[in-house]
């Protein structure tokens, strides 16, 4: 297992590396070995991916997205709908309040959640970042995701777009 940890770290490079840049699609392969969703739930029941996500006060998406700048930085869970999740390997994700999209990206890769989460009712926590839109890597996502799903960068109202690096997630689906 440690082994394969190391190949899984070689492939995605280390967190330094990878803070402002998309993981090559060929590191997905090592992540989906190493990292396969490790939470199924019933439907109506939560699963859980990454560390625990911890009691506490919990933003609503809406609220969140209507002014993310006091978050830079700042662990917060917030709740809100799935709409997709990367197709390859599970390890990034894009929230709604209906109108506006956020991702969420797993933390260093060390996890993954249900790639058929879509739709699911999510509470994500996580240190809340800026970045700048890159194109290369807003082609990268569109890539891994669902055919015609909505990618938050490009609905950016800027050049900077907002992120939560996610180390624990909830999910629930609905029956």
Same mark, same amino acid.
């Given at each position: ?84 999740? $990367?197709?390859?390997?599970? $390890? ?29 009712? $999510? ?53």
């Amino acid at each position: 297992m440690r082994t394969l940890f190391l190949l899984v770290l070689a492939a995605c490079g280390t967190p330094s590396e990878n803070a402002d840049q998309a993981v090559a699609p060929e590191a997905h392969e090592a992540h989906e070995a190493a990292a396969p969703a490790e939470a199924t739930a019933a439907a109506g029941d939560w699963a859980s991916f990454g560390a625990p996500v911890t009691e506490g006060e919990i933003v609503s998406i809406a609220a969140f997205l209507d002014d993310p700048t006091p978050y830079e930085g700042k662990s917060v869970r917030v709740q809100g709908k799935v709409t997709d999740v $990367c197709q390859k390997a599970g $390890c990034w994700m894009v929230m709604t309040d209906d109108t506006r999209h956020l991702r969420v990206t797993m933390k260093d890769h060390d996890f993954s959640v249900d790639k058929q989460g879509a739709g699911a009712d $999510c509470i994500v926590e996580g240190v809340v970042k800026s970045k700048a839109v890159d194109p290369k890597e807003v082609a990268h996502f569109k890539s891994e995701s669902s055919e015609g799903a909505v990618i938050p960068e490009e609905q950016a109202q800027s050049d900077k777009t907002w992120e939560i690096v996610a180390a624990g997630v909830k999910m629930r689906k609905e029956s």
